[in-house]
């Protein structure tokens, strides 16, 4: 049964940091690829990066790109959301996600399978 849990969110001031965390089980991560979601209280769930399982390539969306840094530890089945220059705008639900695909996309509708989301919150 694939399963993700995510961890790692919490209260930061504006300009901080923090780092989440999305262990897998069920499955190995060396098939799979993963992305970071986020979804804002009234606003749509949006892709914010993912990582390929085949080269460990890595995507951005335009509004982290600089800040944040995705990477995966396939020993200890983890992915990892270091982000970092936190702004009250990156308030909101973060979700990893994954699915079955040698290429990851920041597409919400393209994953099956989700965490239960961590909450992260920035304060100004």
């Known amino acids: 049964q694939v399963r993700l849990v995510e961890s790692g969110g919490g209260l930061v001031q504006s300009g901080g940091s923090l780092r989440l965390s999305c262990t897998a089980s069920g499955f190995g991560l060396d098939y799979y690829a993963i992305g970071w979601f986020r979804q804002a209280p009234g606003k749509e769930r949006e892709g914010v990066s993912c990582?390929?399982?085949?080269?460990?390539?890595?995507y951005y969306a335009d509004s982290v790109k600089g800040r944040f840094t995705i990477s995966r530890d396939n020993v200890k089945n983890t992915i990892y959301l270091q982000m970092n220059s936190l702004s009250p705008e990156d308030t909101a639900v973060y979700y990893c996600?994954?699915?079955?695909?040698?290429?990851?996309?920041?597409?919400?509708?393209?994953?099956?399978?989700w965490g239960q989301g961590t909450q992260v919150t920035v304060s100004s």
């Open positions: 996600a994954t699915e079955p695909a040698s290429i990851c996309s920041i597409e919400v509708g393209r994953y099956p399978y």
């Open positions: 990582i390929n399982n085949a080269d460990g390539s890595t």
